[in-house]
């Protein structure tokens, strides 16, 4: 093998290396793709309480039981996948967002009828 062929491979094993070490970093640095109860309460800033009130009114974001271990009494185990708390958060907003859309949407149509420029409010 000449140098230069020499040269090539090992810039080409290099490449490599670096793609699978950014790899790695970007995998530990991402949350882990399924969450339990608490954890996806958290991420959703709500109680576990009002996690489990909206499962079982079919409400809140999908879940995922499991069958428990018989020496565990054969517990119910709850995961939450983090793709369906995205989804589910993107489409159900919080009542503090609803009410300021719903409050600024009022303003730009009472400066409108009135023929008046709309203030800018940033909250």
Known sequence: MT???LATTREEL???????NRKLDDAMARPPRLL???QA???LSVSKGTLRNWRERNFGPRCIELDGKESDGGKKIIRYDIE????WGSKHPRR?????VTVNALKRTLCTLSNRQPRIYIS
């Open 3 to 5: 140098d230069l062929e």
């Open 14 to 20: 290099r490449a490599v290396f670096l793609e699978a």
């Open 36 to 38: 339990n109860e608490e």
């Open 41 to 43: 309460a958290k991420y």
């Open 84 to 87: 369906d708390l995205d989804n």
């Open 96 to 100: 503090k967002e609803i009410k300021e």
